[in-house]
């Protein structure tokens, strides 16, 4: 089994992340020596081989984006093709189709890295938009109001919930379907509640979300392909 380490000084707790090739990074604290790695990996080997084999049975699959003209683009689980223009700098959903205007004064407008440029504003905005009116209006159904709500780029993480009542998302959850994104936002207003994973915390959770479980193992299934 083959595996990358990285170490930090600020970790206390070690732990196994499948990342979306099927590769293996494990993270330990500074002092964790190569044997306690290997001997902590040996012991996570079927957990390990259960991950990979969700990541091969997954709904969607990995996208490797060249954003040119007629691509896919995933937005709140729906399959959007790109259209590419040129003009002002922007862009709008229609039907099934995401149009990219992109400004004629670049030496190339419609280069790779211009149209990702474009799209991962567009779709920050829409994150940021999307959660804050999912997130207030659940919190009001169910008496739990953060003071703040925003979005970041998380690395392995779709949320987090501050104990003083902050809220921030991973935007890229904005690819996921609305069941998906309905669920990280219950899912972070609970800890508003209870800072904690707890049976009582879950028991809360699957007062607004029943079938939670299910849409966690989705979560844990095609996080690889949230992404842009």
Not at 12 to 27: A, G, N, Q, W
Not at 101 to 106: F, G, K, L, S, V
Not at 180 to 204: A, F, G, Q
């Given at each position: 089994?083959?595996?990358?380490?990285?170490?930090?000084?600020?970790?206390?707790?070690?732990?196994?992340?499948?990342?979306?090739?099927?590769?293996?990074?494990?993270?330990?604290?500074?002092?964790?020596?190569?044997?306690?790695?290997?001997?902590?990996?040996?012991s996570k080997r079927e957990w390990i081989a259960r991950r990979i084999s969700e990541?091969?049975?997954?709904?969607?699959?990995?996208?490797?984006?060249?954003?040119i003209q007629g691509e896919n683009f995933l937005f709140m689980g729906k399959h959007y093709s790109l259209?590419?223009?040129?003009?002002?700098?922007?862009?709008?959903?229609?039907?099934?189709?995401?149009?990219?205007?992109?400004?004629?004064?670049?030496?190339?407008?419609?280069?790779?890295?211009?149209?990702?440029?474009?799209?991962?504003?567009?779709?920050?905005?829409?994150?940021?938009?999307?959660?804050?009116?999912?997130?207030?209006?659940?919190?009001?159904?169910?008496?739990?109001?953060?003071?703040?709500?925003?979005?970041?780029?998380?690395?392995?993480?779709?949320?987090?919930?501050?104990?003083?009542?902050?809220?921030?998302?991973?935007?890229?959850?904005?690819?996921?379907?609305?069941?998906?994104?309905?669920?990280?936002?219950?899912?972070?207003?609970?800890?508003?509640?209870?800072?904690?994973?707890?049976?009582?915390?879950?028991?809360?959770?699957?007062?607004?979300?029943?079938?939670?479980?299910?849409?966690?193992?989705?979560?844990?299934?095609?996080?690889?392909?949230?992404?842009?």
């Amino acid at each position: 089994m083959e595996y990358t380490i990285t170490r930090k000084h600020h970790r206390k707790t070690i732990s196994i992340v499948i990342l979306p090739d099927k590769s293996i990074e494990i993270r330990a604290p500074f002092y964790f020596n190569d044997r306690e790695i290997d001997s902590f990996a040996s012991s996570k080997r079927e957990w390990i081989a259960r991950r990979i084999s969700e990541l091969n049975t997954a709904e969607y699959t990995r996208p490797h984006h060249q954003y040119i003209q007629g691509e896919n683009f995933l937005f709140m689980g729906k399959h959007y093709s790109l259209e590419l223009n040129r003009g002002r700098r922007g862009v709008v959903i229609s039907g099934r189709s995401l149009f990219v205007t992109a400004p004629t004064d670049t030496t190339d407008c419609f280069d790779k890295e211009v149209v990702k440029a474009i799209l991962q504003d567009f779709f920050i905005s829409k994150a940021r938009e999307i959660l804050r009116l999912k997130t207030t209006e659940t919190g009001k159904l169910y008496n739990m109001q953060p003071v703040f709500i925003s979005v970041k780029d998380y690395r392995s993480r779709w949320g987090c919930c501050f104990s003083d009542g902050r809220i921030f998302y991973n935007w890229k959850i904005i690819f996921a379907p609305e069941t998906i994104i309905d669920y990280v936002v219950t899912h972070e207003l609970c800890h508003l509640r209870m800072p904690n994973h707890s049976k009582k915390y879950w028991e809360l959770v699957g007062k607004i979300i029943p079938d939670w479980q299910e849409k966690r193992k989705w979560l844990r299934m095609n996080s690889h392909a949230l992404d842009l």
